[in-house]
């Protein structure tokens, strides 16, 4: 029986030489695709064209590498390090989807930097596919990207290459991230209307206050002389006097409540009180909750159904929940966890979490499918998340209008009461 030398990849991206018995070059190629591995050059025993192949090949392979160093040389000052969230999830999806064709890790990856548009990540994928060539796995490749893969993606690719299953996984992450992606986006949407709205209010009484109600006031001195005026016309006048006279302790102001509040959100018991107050706003604090829950949900329900151990999972859904209360009963669930105890009982006393999340928790735990429960869970609350935007904006919109027609409405009617008065005494006059 002939015997064929061959050129393959492994399944790390990792190039192998040898001897295959077989028939024919399709029977060699066949073995090799059933033993793992995807065969670049085949050529009968003998023949001096496939050993010249052979090398030529393995000169390119080599040659790869340098010629990305290369470009990896050009310095940029304040190049950006992370990739928008679409753009990662659309990485990750075509990624799982060549390797469940068949491709090699390293073959799938030299594909994608090819076609990808964007610098960072395209020079990111070629760092990557250096660093599986050198024989470092995926996941330690991805580590030494902290601001564009989070631990949550490191962890989850880690599990699927521990479990031969790196394709199952990445279809996973791409999921996750479709679906993160869709609440948050949900979730924006319905924060863009009351803000818009508040900014067009602050804009019409900020104009009205400077350019409007200074010109009245001269008509109301001239016309009225000493005559007193409404308390409501003298209140605006007096703002409206304070902002034009005092604009830069107003802007300060405004500027020291927002430094005020970065600085407090930078620090342990400030974000914990911020948090607190999230969750306890109304209109937005249900909103925030359940969108909260829907994310321990969906990362835990997905990290332990990719194989990545229980506490594992927890520590990095802790660090990725997003809120130092969640954040805090989840702490409180690893501490039980790591003990031996149940996931329910730290959960019901943190207080965080609503007795129907408890009670699907502690049906998945006894009956041993808690993964597909907490999955479960993430998605009945997507439509809650669903259900409280729609409900929320066709709250807002009213209590907007509300808003607005009292700003404008008081100044409008602080600066008419005293024109009644000046027409009242004219008639009187004539």
């Given at each position: 029986m002939p015997r064929y030398n061959y050129v393959a990849l492994d399944g790390r991206g990792q190039e192998l030489t040898g001897l295959v018995d077989a028939s024919s070059t399709n029977e060699a190629i066949g073995q090799l695709r059933q033993?793992?591995?995807?065969?670049?050059?085949?050529?009968?025993?003998?023949?001096?064209?496939?050993?010249?192949?052979?090398?030529?090949?393995?000169?390119?392979?080599?040659?790869?590498?340098?010629?990305?160093?290369?470009?990896?040389?050009?310095?940029?000052?304040?190049?950006?390090?992370?990739?928008?969230?679409?753009?990662l999830m659309i990485f990750t999806r075509q990624l799982a989807t060549l390797i469940d064709a068949g491709l090699p890790l390293l073959r799938g990856l030299n594909v994608l930097a090819k076609q990808e548009k964007d610098s960072v990540l395209k020079n990111a994928i070629n760092k990557l596919a250096d660093s599986v060539q050198s024989g470092s796995t995926f996941s330690e490749g991805l580590a030494q990207h902290p601001r564009m893969f989070n631990?949550?993606?490191?962890?989850?690719?880690?599990?699927?290459?521990?479990?031969?299953v790196l394709e199952v996984v990445l279809t996973r992450l791409a999921e996750f991230q479709e679906k993160a992606q869709k609440i948050k986006n949900k979730v924006v949407a319905a924060m863009v209307y009351p803000i818009i709205v508040l900014?067009?209010?602050?804009?019409?009484?900020?104009?009205?206050?400077?350019?409007?109600?200074?010109?009245?006031?001269?008509?109301?001195?001239d016309m009225l002389g000493d005559k007193p005026l409404p308390t409501i016309t003298l209140f605006v006048i007096?703002?409206?006097?304070?902002?034009?006279?005092?604009?830069?302790?107003?802007?300060?102001?405004?500027?020291?409540?927002?430094?005020?509040?970065?600085?407090?959100?930078?620090?342990?018991?400030?974000?914990?009180?911020?948090?607190?107050?999230?969750?306890?706003?109304?209109?937005?604090?249900?909103?925030?909750?359940?969108?909260?829950?829907?994310?321990?949900?969906?990362?835990?329900?997905?990290l332990v159904t990719s194989g990545v151990p229980i506490l594992q999972a927890l520590t990095i859904t802790r660090e990725t929940a997003g809120n130092v209360v969640i954040a805090r009963a989840i702490s409180q669930v690893h501490d039980s966890v790591k003990e031996g105890e149940s996931i329910v009982q730290p959960l019901e006393a943190s207080g965080a979490f609503p007795p129907m999340v408890i009670s699907m928790i502690d049906v998945g735990e006894e009956t041993g499918q808690l993964p597909e429960m907490l999955l479960k869970i993430a998605e009945v609350y997507d439509d809650e998340v669903d259900n409280s935007v729609a409900a929320l904006t066709s709250l807002l919109e009213p209590i907007m209008i509300v808003l607005l027609a009292l700003i404008v409405g008081t100044i409008v009617i602080a600066l008419f009461m005293p024109l009644i008065s000046i027409i009242s005494g004219l008639q009187q006059q004539t």
């Open positions: 033993a793992g591995y995807f065969p670049t050059n085949v050529s009968e025993e003998g023949l001096s064209g496939g050993a010249a192949e052979a090398k030529t090949s393995r000169r390119k392979t080599k040659a790869a590498p340098v010629e990305r160093k290369a470009r990896s040389k050009n310095i940029v000052l304040f190049q950006r390090k992370s990739v928008k969230p679409k753009t631990d949550l993606y490191v962890n989850m690719v880690r599990a699927g290459e521990l479990g031969g900014v067009l209010a602050m804009a019409i009484m900020t104009f009205l206050m400077i350019f409007i109600v200074p010109k009245f006031e001269a008509i109301f001195h007096s703002v409206s006097s304070f902002m034009q006279n005092h604009w830069a302790i107003l802007l300060g102001a405004i500027v020291a409540v927002i430094a005020i509040y970065k600085l407090s959100a930078r620090t342990r018991a400030g974000r914990a009180v911020i948090d607190r107050v999230k969750l306890r706003a109304p209109l937005f604090g249900d909103l925030i909750r359940k969108t909260s829950i829907s994310r321990f949900s969906r990362t835990l329900g997905t």
